[in-house]
């Protein structure tokens, strides 16, 4: 019977929605992309709290490569289809990186100068993806790797982590979610087992104790009962 049990609540709706996993937090960390070069790709946000002076308050800029930052005082309103923070500290638009090869130029000096700067981005995109392995391999330690195939209710899978799911029509979510908040789940076709035929139970309830006593068990005390049974004339009582 305890194999019916197992299968019974392993397949049951409500266990498998409510039913909580004893198992490390799904899905792998994903370090973002390595940046290519400097200022191609940021991360920004306003510095709140501060008072506005003339119209203006702060935003802040970090470049993600070099760790390098800028406080920008912007005026509202603002877009940023008008300009990119680079133009907005500089006055122009971002410059484009070409890689520098020894030898390119003929001038020692700029030779020199441009050898050194890509050694210095080589340097930083070295210590950067270590810190990402190193990140990636701790947090790893304590989440597992789940995934699901695309099929009758996922749709499609959403870079490594998310998947987008065949929701009701009805449903008023949006149907992109992480890994961590999906579970497999077994089809709800188990048949159900009736319970135990108790037939052979006598349908005998207690309707009130007639008398006590104590008695001797096992060198120890113990209580008597005598009971009358519901149903049964008091001469039954037993």
């Not at 792998?28 to 200022?39: K, Y």
Request: charged fraction near 20%.
């Amino acid at each position: 019977m305890t194999k019916e049990v197992r299968e019974c609540i392993r397949t049951c709706s409500i266990c498998q929605r409510f039913k909580h996993e004893l198992v490390p937090s799904p899905g792998l960390l994903q370090p973002l992309p390595l940046p290519s070069t400097l200022f191609s790709d940021i991360t920004m946000d306003f510095i709140e709290g501060l008072s506005v002076s003339q119209g203006r308050t702060v935003i802040f800029v970090v470049d993600r490569l070099s760790k390098f930052s800028h406080f920008i005082s912007l005026k509202h309103p603002f877009s940023a289809k008008q300009t990119t923070p680079f133009e907005a500290l500089y006055g122009i638009p971002s410059p484009l990186h070409l890689p520098y090869f020894s030898g390119d130029s003929n001038i020692s000096a700029v030779d020199i100068y441009l050898r050194d700067c890509e050694f210095a981005l080589a340097v930083l995109k070295y210590h950067l993806q270590w810190a990402f392995h190193r990140m990636k391999e701790q947090v790893d330690k304590h989440r597992t790797d789940r995934q699901f195939e695309v099929g009758d209710w996922v749709l499609d899978k959403i870079g490594k982590v998310a998947y987008k799911l065949n929701l009701p029509a009805e449903a008023s979510i949006h149907n992109v979610f992480h890994v961590s908040q999906l579970k497999p789940g077994s089809p709800t076709t188990a048949p159900v087992f009736p319970l135990p035929s108790i037939s052979h139970i006598q349908d005998d309830y207690p309707q009130e104790i007639l008398d006590r006593r104590m008695v001797k068990r096992k060198n120890s005390a113990a209580t008597q009962l005598l009971i009358h049974w519901r149903g049964h004339s008091p001469a039954d009582a037993s």
